[in-house]
């Protein structure tokens, strides 16, 4: 089934930088789809980026530029590098994982993920 663990987030002034990282555990497959979403209190859910099975890497038009999506070498620990945050970007961030999703031109349907981590707070403060 795979479980995720989320790692960074935190609070970060306007044009600041973070890294969120996201572990899949209990996984012995290749096929590794990580994606990151975000939620703010009240919205709904917006999917960030994305790294496919096969390393493709998609990334919402909002934050392309800033944001990118990469993964480690054992492709099970998945990274989202977020540069010149602004105060838009405070939400509460997710990964989610799925074994059926190779090459990626979207977001994929949520319906497609097995497994999501609890979250990490991002706050950015002007």
């Known amino acids: 089934q795979g479980q995720l663990v989320e790692s960074g987030g935190g609070s970060v002034q306007t044009g600041g930088s973070m890294r969120l990282s996201c572990t899949v555990s209990?996984?012995?497959?290749?096929?590794?789809?990580i994606t990151w979403f975000r939620q703010a209190p009240g919205k709904e859910r917006e999917g960030v980026a994305v790294?496919?099975?096969?390393?493709?890497?998609f990334t919402r038009a909002s934050v392309k530029g800033r944001f990118s999506v990469s993964r480690d070498n054992d492709r099970y620990t998945a990274h989202l590098d977020m540069n010149n945050l602004q105060p838009e970007d405070t939400d509460m961030y997710f990964c989610?994982?799925?074994?059926?999703?190779?090459?990626?031109?979207?977001?994929?349907?949520?319906?497609?993920?097995?497994?999501w981590g609890e979250g990490t707070q991002v706050t950015v403060s002007s």
């Open positions: 989610a994982f799925s074994s059926r999703v190779m090459n990626v031109i979207n977001i994929p349907p949520v319906i497609l993920f097995a497994a």
């Open positions: 209990n996984y012995r497959y290749s096929t590794v789809c």
């Open positions: 790294i496919g099975g096969d390393d493709s890497t």
